[in-house]
């Protein structure tokens, strides 16, 4: 997909309603996350939201759990 394997980490923990929101957004069809989301969404303000929030979320824990790898921590 991606060089940047923490973007295809992200991509691979969304379904692909959620991913083409993302897209959309990355490629800027939408300056706001529920004008991405705008494309078929019954609800655009909701799903907007949701993956908004949901990318973040997984984003947060992926760089939580690289942070505490032994390989991550910086030797003195």
Not at 9 to 34: C, H, I, K
Request: proline share 7%.
């Amino acid at each position: 997909m991606f060089e940047d394997d923490r973007l295809n980490r992200v991509l691979r923990r969304l379904d692909p309603a959620e991913r083409a929101v993302v897209f959309a957004y990355a490629e800027g069809e939408g300056t706001t996350w529920t004008e991405a989301a705008a494309g078929g969404a019954t609800d655009p303000a909701a799903l907007g939201e949701r993956v908004r929030r949901k990318a973040k979320r997984i984003a947060a824990g992926q760089a939580r759990r690289l942070a505490m790898t032994p390989s991550a921590v910086p030797r003195p």
